[in-house]
């Protein structure tokens, strides 16, 4: 079955230290995305991508990086310069827009 | 600025009862209107979606309302259960495109037995 996968599903971290987050889709989706999920925010965009080698910041990109080099795979780094770190970062891909996104199970990163 | 504004942040309603989420956007350029569902712990599923061609449209207890002149539209939960206890997020974009969706900040339905 095809699907988007997160790992891991949790993550520790101490402060000041950089940490990557993966995200790998087997739907053979060109679009890829990042979103950070806080209580009361709602989802916000980190960094999305629509082709292999491209991607464009979303609102909330500082502190964070990205890399596409495969259609498949777009990990997510988390640096020391993002000032509050610790929240439940989903990744979502897709088709087109209009066919909507399917997302994987997040990723709960806490940094102490 | 925000370009999906949701109400209310919660919800509390009886089983049984009617649960009404609604948004508002600002661009006019949207034209894909989904909802998605979020249980704690997992990503959001999209539950229902819309295009502004039809005012609504139904599956099974959940319908969504589009208004385009006033640019809301809204999820209606009929006879809610407590398995519908969730979080619901609205969220708006153009469709035809590899963009993105901007989401509204998500409903928190608690549905009392």
């Known amino acids: 079955d095809g699907g988007i996968t997160q790992s891991p599903k949790y993550l520790f971290r101490k402060e000041g230290q950089n940490v990557t987050l993966s995200c790998e889709q087997n739907?053979?989706?060109?679009?890829m995305y990042w979103y950070r999920q806080d209580p009361g925010q709602g989802l916000r965009l980190i960094y999305y991508?629509?082709?292999?080698?491209?991607?464009q910041k979303g609102d909330i990109a500082e502190g964070y990086s990205v890399s596409r080099e495969k259609k498949e795979s777009f990990p997510l780094t988390v640096t020391s310069a993002q000032k509050n770190p610790t929240a439940f970062y989903l990744c979502?891909?897709?088709?087109?827009?209009?066919?909507?996104?399917?997302f994987g199970s997040g990723t709960r990163l806490t940094v102490v | 600025q925000q370009q999906v504004k949701q109400s209310p942040q919660s919800l509390i309603v009886q089983k049984g009862g009617i649960s009404i989420i609604n948004c508002a956007y600002e661009?006019?350029?949207?034209?894909?209107f989904p909802w998605y569902q979020q249980f704690p712990g997992k990503g959001p599923a999209l539950l229902i979606a819309?295009?502004?061609?039809?005012s609504e449209k139904k599956e099974g207890r959940f319908t969504i309302s589009f208004n385009k002149s006033a640019k809301q539209f809204s999820l209606h939960i009929m006879d809610s259960q407590p398995g519908d206890s969730a979080t619901y997020f609205c969220?708006?974009?153009?469709?035809?495109?590899?963009?993105?969706?901007?989401f509204g900040r998500g409903t928190q339905l608690t549905v009392w037995p």
């Open positions: 979502a891909s897709s088709k087109e827009v209009k066919r909507g996104y399917t």
């Open positions: 661009n006019t350029a949207f034209d894909y």
């Open positions: 819309i295009r502004p061609d039809v």
């Open positions: 969220a708006a974009g153009r469709g035809s495109t590899l963009g993105r969706l901007y």
């Open positions: 739907l053979n989706h060109d679009a």
């Open positions: 991508s629509q082709i292999v080698n491209d991607f």
